[in-house]
């Protein structure tokens, strides 16, 4: 006598998963309905089936302001850290070094630092330990 597995609930939904026949997608009319089904792809929550195939959508006027925009102010950045560095570097080193010792000249916050730069000018006449080319016994 032999005994039957009874099949479990995971088994069960397997088999009429595979039994049951696919059909396509019935395609999704509508323009609300399309916006809706294409939103919910975009946001990543469900894939939506039966909405048209599109390539990437062309992009609002808005997204088409932000980004000039945001090309605007990158480029404006740039300009004005290229006449800044043109500045510094036109700036004579006798002049620095006496803005530096009266103390006229402040820090600049620019993440890159002119070797004539003020900061390098107050660094090397504060004094200290060692040198560059000397190495400590």
Do not use: C
Request: no cysteine; hydrophobic share 35%.
């Amino acid at each position: 006598m032999t005994i039957r597995k009874k099949p479990s609930a995971a088994e069960m939904l397997q088999r009429q998963i595979k039994s049951t026949r696919r059909q396509p997608p019935t395609p999704i009319e509508g323009d609300f309905a399309q916006a809706i089904g294409a939103r919910l792809e975009e946001r990543e929550i469900t894939k939506v089936a039966g909405l048209p195939a599109t390539e990437e959508p062309e992009p609002r006027w808005y997204d088409l302001a932000i980004e000039v925009q945001r090309r605007h102010q990158e480029f404006v950045g740039e300009r004005e850290a290229k006449q800044q560095a043109e500045h510094q570097a036109a700036q004579s080193t006798p002049d620095l070094i006496r803005s530096t010792l009266a103390g006229t000249v402040k820090p600049s916050a620019a993440s890159a630092m002119p070797l004539n730069g003020s900061r390098v000018l107050r660094a090397a006449l504060a004094g200290g330990q060692g040198t560059i080319n000397t190495t400590s016994r």
